[in-house]
């Protein structure tokens, strides 16, 4: 057996110990607590074949390609030594990764019914579709501009506390000010933005960096980069709310 076919048994295994726990407690709440047979359980059992071969097959491809590949394009321009290059490739991988998630998409369609719904904009479909298309890449500008400055982070080894409390500062007093209607919606943008394709390539990004620039530390000045690209929607959505309402 070669050693491709045993990591994908490995991550397969994996995989399904992870998922176990998520079929006990539903099992148990359905059969134990509610006490009501589970319905469709064919269905219900192909479906999560489904869901562990997808993602034992997705964790294999980061494996594989996404991980290398961010470090090995975080080396080679960090190696060339060019900060307008790392710093467009960093807000380019930003805003890329984040203006096609699904769930952003979602997330900025149901923002501008309820914002319509409130009277903060017009409830003519060619409002709602430039406000949802303005609010999506909004955010997709603050993932790429969290990505540049934690290049500079990293770059400069400046203290992760003090840019994160600093950012929450700047929160709170944006929250203030800004329309009540705008407030839920800039707090969730910051989770809609961490997907499946961004955490991989960002953390790839400040791992590879922090392993070619000296005097860092990956385990220290590595990580960190995730945190910026939850915390900056929040405040450029907010900022975007009192736009739209002045």
Not at 42 to 53: E, R, Y
Not at 130 to 148: D, E, H, K
Not at 191 to 209: C, D, E, F
């Amino acid at each position: 057996m070669s050693s491709t076919t045993k990591d994908m048994f490995r991550l397969l295994g994996d995989t399904a110990r992870d998922l176990a726990p998520i079929l006990v407690i539903v099992g148990f709440f359905q059969l134990v607590v509610l006490r009501q047979p589970i319905e469709n359980l064919d269905q219900i059992a192909i479906g999560f074949v489904f869901v562990l071969l997808g993602l034992t097959i997705f964790i294999r491809g980061l494996e594989m390609a996404l991980f290398p590949l961010g470090e090995a394009l975080a080396n080679a321009l960090a190696q060339r030594g060019s900060l307008i290059l790392l710093i467009v490739f960093a807000f380019g991988l930003g805003f890329g990764t984040t203006v096609a998630e699904p769930a952003l998409i979602a997330v900025g369609e149901e923002a501008t019914k309820v914002m319509s719904i409130a009277g903060v904009i017009g409830d003519d479909p060619d409002t709602l579709a430039r406000t949802a298309t303005a609010l999506r890449y909004t955010v997709a500008a603050s993932v790429g501009t969290s990505l540049v400055l934690g290049v500079f982070r990293i770059l400069k080894g400046w203290p992760i506390q003090w840019l994160i409390i600093g950012g929450y500062v700047v929160v709170v007093a944006l929250t203030t000010i800004a329309p009540r209607e705008i407030i839920g919606i800039a707090y969730d943008s910051g989770g809609v933005t961490t997907s499946t394709i961004t955490v991989p390539l960002v953390t790839a990004l400040g791992v590879g960096l922090a392993s070619v620039i000296k005097g860092r530390n990956p385990m220290i000045d590595g990580f960190g980069l995730i945190a910026f690209a939850s915390l900056m929607p929040i405040i450029f959505v907010l900022i975007f709310g009192l736009v739209i309402a002045a």
